[in-house]
Structures are given as C-alpha cells and as structure tokens.
C-alpha cells in the first residue's frame, strides 16, 4: 500500500500514514515510528526527508553509544565485571566499539546518498548498519554475558529498519 499523504498540502499526513505501514514490519513498531520522528512529520516534504531525518537520529545513537563503550571500558557506567565476565564482557565492548565506529564513518556517506537520490547505495548502509547493532549485541549473548547497551543496540536496530523503510515509499 502506498503512503498516504494530505490533500490539501504536500506535507506527510503521519498518523494514517507511517503507523499503518509500520503494523506489517517485523522490525519497527508503530510505536517506535512515532516516538522516533512523529514531532518532525509535519515539518518535511517526503518519506526521503523523513529518512534522513532517521539516519541523523541513528548517527546520534551511533556517538551516545560509543562514548558509553568508551566510558565502560575504562571502568565507569555501573557495569559490575568479575573474574568470571571481565574478559567476555571487555572483548564485546571492545567489538561493538569497532561496530559503532563503522555506522559513524558510513552516516556522512548515507546522507549524502539519501541527498542525491542514491537510495539502493543508503539503503545498503543502514542495512550494514542494523547488522552492525545486531551483531553487537549478539556477541553479549555468544558470550554468555549481560549486555550493557541492549537499549542503544535495539534503538540503532530500529532506527536503520525505520530509514530503510521511509526510502522504500521515497
């Protein structure tokens, strides 16, 4: 189904048409899609705005998260390690450092893509992207340790799925 938008204006008509579409994803919900970008439907022109607007949000997922890594890993954040986890827990931190790292050296290039009408080209970065989160918090699990950053690795998930969406009706 097509996105529906306002008659009387060119601007997005977000309620009907976001969540409606979001009810059939299996990776964002309805909620999220609100949460995320409901405040700034009405200020944009397109679905390709409104991506844009997800891959900012991704990218500021992407350097509050590493400087929590940064911070952990030097001891601070509330993450109790034993003798047990400290090695595990370190080597997942160390890895999803290197992730984050990635999904922040790509955003200027999605951007740019999203900008240009590159869509196929933004929309395989946001799919490295999301696989990038998943990874991460997939290496806690393989290691048998608690995730300190499920939160921001479920939020980069969502955000790249939601951006991946928005550019498929752009």
Known sequence: ??????????????????????????YV???????????????????????GL????LAHNATSTKFKID?????????????ENDVAVTRCLQSCQ???GGI????????AAIKTGKLGQATAILEKAAAAAKQCEDGFGKSNAASPLSA???????????????LRFA
């Open 54 to 57: 997800a891959v900012g949000l």
């Open 29 to 51: 919900d309805v909620q999220f899609c609100q949460d995320a970008l409901g405040s700034v439907a009405g200020l944009v022109d397109s679905y390709q705005d409104l991506a």
């Open 1 to 26: 189904m097509a996105p529906s938008t306002s008659s009387t204006s060119p601007k997005l008509y977000w309620p009907r048409a976001r969540p409606s579409e979001a009810r059939g994803s299996t």
């Open 71 to 83: 911070r952990l890993l030097r001891g601070g954040g509330g993450v109790k390690l034993t003798a």
């Open 152 to 166: 921001e690795d479920d939020d980069a998930f969502e955000l790249a799925k939601l951006a991946v969406g928005l």
């Open 104 to 111: 922040l050296n790509d955003g200027p290039a999605c951007t």
């Open 98 to 100: 290197s992730l984050y």
